[in-house]
């Protein structure tokens, strides 16, 4: 049985599920860093989107919808909560006017959470905030590995001239030295482009790349397996753009993209990095605001559980 010092989510025969404080899954929200293992965090800031705005309210959304998650994964048999201590940590408090400066609160945030060995789980807000999330992650454990799941990679030079946004983050990652490229993987990419060659900067700098037509009707643990292998036992950051998913699957985000990712895909990719030293990990872009039926912060909600369940040193019973 899980000791007290354990935060456990709140059971639906204690409270009803509508009632209650919204914290991820109705855990405690009352934890302090220094007496945990896992964090889940908030990061509500969608001001570097480029198309349809409404990330900022992610966190909120999630949360929301955690409310239907048991703490026992069925599938897996991993016992999150009785593994490790976990609990809700709330929002870190960006700036909803300055780009620039909520990319300073962020990274500033997390630095300290990342420097006592803290875990962190994070709900955005927009794609963005992966970068001060990395910056904080390479300064504890230099540069990490990278399984990104997305429909778009993210590489872009510039967005109407700003260096900072949604389109940008792993190009900066990569010029300030934050990820081992050697060992990211991208997964999910597809749609139109504005040239050709989109793509290839990624592959230019050692990134596998593996377009969403390369995963259509299959199961992905196959991929997986070649990716556990691919980055080995250094750090690893899991970044999971809701996105990524087909839009029939989760329609509630700025970008979407048809030819997606199905959600059995999704949920085999988060499964498969059990046995990778996870440092970190994320789901973007919900946009509540444009969902149906609070179905994509649900899964999203879903997703971000699986993420704590493969975190180094949950057990599985």
């Known amino acids: 049985m899980p000791t ?10 204690e409270m009803p599920r509508f009632g209650g404080i919204a914290t991820f899954m109705r855990l405690p929200g009352t934890s302090s860093p220094d007496h945990l293992d896992a964090g889940v965090i908030g990061v509500p800031f969608d001001i570097g989107t480029s198309n349809r705005p409404g990330a900022r309210f992610g966190p909120r ?13 069925m599938a897996t ?5 009785d593994s490790l201590r976990i609990d809700d940590l709330g929002d870190v408090a960006t700036n909803p006017y300055n780009v620039a400066d909520s990319m300073a609160r962020i990274e500033a945030y997390y630095r300290p959470l990342v420097g006592a060995g803290l875990k962190t789980v994070s709900m955005g807000g927009d794609h963005t905030i992966v970068l001060p999330i990395l910056r904080a992650m390479a300064g504890h454990h230099g540069p990490v590995g ?8 993210d590489i872009n030079d510039s967005m109407f001239g700003e260096r900072i946004a949604h389109g940008t983050p792993f190009r900066r990652a990569v010029e300030e030295g934050l990820l081992d490229c050697s060992r990211v ?10 040239q050709a ?12 790349v593996v377009q969403v037509e390369e ?12 990716v556990r292998a691919q980055v080995g036992s250094g750090p690893v950051y899991l970044s999971f753009d809701i996105d990524g998913l087909d839009p029939s699957f989760a329609p509630g985000t700025g970008t979407p993209e048809i030819g997606g990712l199905t959600i059995w895909q999704g949920m085999e990719i988060i499964r498969g990095c059990h046995g990778m030293n996870l440092v970190g990990g994320d789901v973007v872009e919900v946009a509540p605001i444009y969902d149906v039926s609070g179905m994509t912060s649900l899964v999203a909600a879903n997703l971000l559980y699986e993420m704590l369940c493969v975190l180094p040193g949950v057990e599985r019973r």
């Open 197 to 208: 060659d989109d793509f290839d900067w990624s592959r230019q700098q050692g990134f596998r």
């Open 4 to 13: 007290p010092e354990f935060p456990q989510p709140l059971g639906g025969n």
């Open 77 to 81: 048999r991993a016992a999150p909560f």
């Open 185 to 194: 993987a991208q997964i999910g990419v597809r749609g139109t482009g504005y």
């Open 146 to 153: 990278l399984v990104h799941v997305d429909a778009h990679t």
């Open 61 to 73: 959304g999630i949360r929301n919808e955690s409310v239907l998650l048991r703490p026992y994964n």
């Open 215 to 226: 995963c259509w009707h299959r199961s992905l643990e196959p991929l997986m397996a070649e």
